[in-house]
């Protein structure tokens, strides 16, 4: 395998930030996995680049994926199975379930990033989470140089959540994903504002290719293209906090959102917290938070990572001590 040198990754992730790489690679068959595991460098792993903050060089080897490939494995009356390569772009994987009538995956339409990257982050948007429809996921280990695969059960998915953000983080790399997808859909439109899209895009028959495109349509009017403004989505998640912590936060917030959330938990918008500590559109030079979305931190031109880090720490700082809630951030920090 080529490894190159002080190669400049700001082509390879969507905030836009330019620091080098020590080595550079990019990974276009699993063959080369095992050439890789005798090299001990660590290895640090890009897909689409849409859920990494850079804040300084990147020392050792960093992977381009671009394992590419969706076969079809099963069918049934009901069901499709799709293996599908880590290296193939999430969204594209969306509209070709969506062109071939294969439900299950519609509402997360236009997430940036790469398949890989989906069980790691277990994806989710508008009622739908990935977990819903992965069956399996196939890992390279690097150290006992071995492809394993990992059943849906095995992959503690949770939210925003899975084993390889904690004790597979570093260990192994994710070669392909196994979907199942429904032949008949079962709609969910119950989430965000997906009805009254449908309402204003004169949608007079529910399909799976509706709802995509009002997701698209909601997601295109809230969230800055990474290619014109650096961003990489929600850098937070939405917190989940006690009940009677909710209840005495209603009686000073009366209109406060929420969702119900597991063992009589609340889930709270984070980009509500933010906004009303009136940091939505806040800038600092230029890291800044979206005028939009409060939920987004942006890149305005030549802002570096850590930059953003600290603004995201403000961030923090002053909701938890407005709300007493504290933020968790949902990038993963380089």
């Known amino acids: 395998m080529n490894l190159e040198q002080n190669i400049s ?140 695969t990992y059943q849906n059960a095995d992959c503690k998915f949770g939210y925003r959540d899975s084993i390889f953000k904690h004790e597979l983080k570093d260990k192994v790399f994710i070669t392909s994903v196994v979907f199942k997808l429904a032949k008949k859909p079962n709609y969910n439109t119950s989430y965000g504002a997906i009805t009254q899209e449908l309402e204003q895009m004169g949608a007079k028959e529910l399909s799976i290719s509706a709802i995509a495109q009002a997701v698209i349509n909601i997601r295109t009017s809230k969230l800055p293209d990474p290619k014109q403004i650096g961003n990489a989505g929600s850098f937070f998640k939405n917190p989940t906090i006690a009940r009677e912590h909710f209840e005495l936060l209603q009686v000073s917030y009366v209109h406060m959102p929420s969702y119900p959330a597991a063992d009589g938990m609340v889930k709270v918008p984070a980009g509500w917290l933010i906004e009303q500590c009136g940091l939505k559109g806040y800038r600092k030079g230029d890291a800044g938070i979206h005028i939009k979305q409060a939920l987004v931190l942006v890149n305005y031109g030549h802002a570096k990572g850590d930059e953003i880090w600290e603004l995201s720490g403000e961030v923090v700082r002053t909701v938890q001590n407005k709300f007493g809630i504290v933020l968790e951030r949902e990038v993963q920090v380089w």
């Not at 494995?73 to 969306?94: F, P, R, S, T, Y």
């Not at 989470?129 to 399996?136: D, G, L, P, Q, R």
Request: glycine share 10%; with cysteine.
């Open 9 to 148: 990754l700001q082509p390879y992730n969507t905030f836009g930030i330019d620091v080098p790489a020590e080595f550079f690679a990019i990974l276009n068959s699993a063959d080369e996995l095992a050439e890789l595991s005798n090299d001990t460098k660590a290895k640090h792993v890009i897909g689409g680049g849409s859920n990494i903050l850079l804040t300084k060089p990147v020392k050792g080897i960093v992977l381009l994926n671009k394992l590419k490939g969706i076969n079809l494995v099963k069918e049934d009356d009901a069901h499709v199975w799709l293996k599908v390569n880590a290296g193939e772009v999430w969204h594209e994987l969306v509209l070709y379930a969506i062109n071939n009538g294969w439900a299950g995956i519609e509402n997360l339409a236009l997430i940036p990033g790469s398949v890989g990257a989906t069980p790691i982050q277990n994806i989710g948007a508008y009622g739908v989470e990935a977990k819903e429809t992965i069956e399996s996921v196939t890992c390279w280990h690097w150290m006992d140089k071995t492809f394993i």
